[in-house]
Nanobody, 115 residues
Framework: QVQLVESGGGMVQPGGPLRLPCAAPGNVFSFYAMGWYRQAPGKQRELVATITSGGSTNYADSVKGRFTIPRDKAKNTVFLQMNSLKPEDTAVYYC?????????WGQGTRVTVSS
């Protein structure tokens, strides 16, 4: 079983930054793809950002230009760097990894954007 562990959630003011780490049990570059999804209250889970093992990235239109998904091989961690946060970014954020055809999820970390 592959366990992904998110952290870094909390409350932040509109316009502020926040970085969410997702720690993996091994080399994050060995995953076929890793990504971040989010689920706002009363809404379905949606894709935020993904990165393939080769480094190709994909972002939801709503976060393009504000979020990035860097990786740190030495720390076995993939991040979600969020800038210029908006109240509509409020959600539980989940880390996802695809390895050997199976998808793994973290437990989620809550982000609240409010003044």
């Amino acid at each position: 079983q592959v366990q992904l562990v998110e952290s870094g959630g909390g409350m932040v003011q509109p316009g502020g930054p926040l970085r969410l780490p997702c720690a993996a049990p091994g080399n994050v570059f060995s995953f076929y793809a890793m990504g971040w999804y989010r689920q706002a209250p009363g809404k379905q889970r949606e894709l935020v950002a993904t990165i393939t093992s080769g480094g190709s990235t994909n972002y939801a239109d709503s976060v393009k230009g504000r979020f990035t998904i860097p990786r740190d091989k030495a720390k076995n961690t993939v991040f979600l760097q969020m800038n210029s946060l908006k109240p509509e970014d409020t959600a539980v954020y989940y880390c996802n990894g695809i390895l050997v055809g199976a998808a793994y999820w973290g437990q989620g970390t809550r982000v609240t954007v409010s003044s």
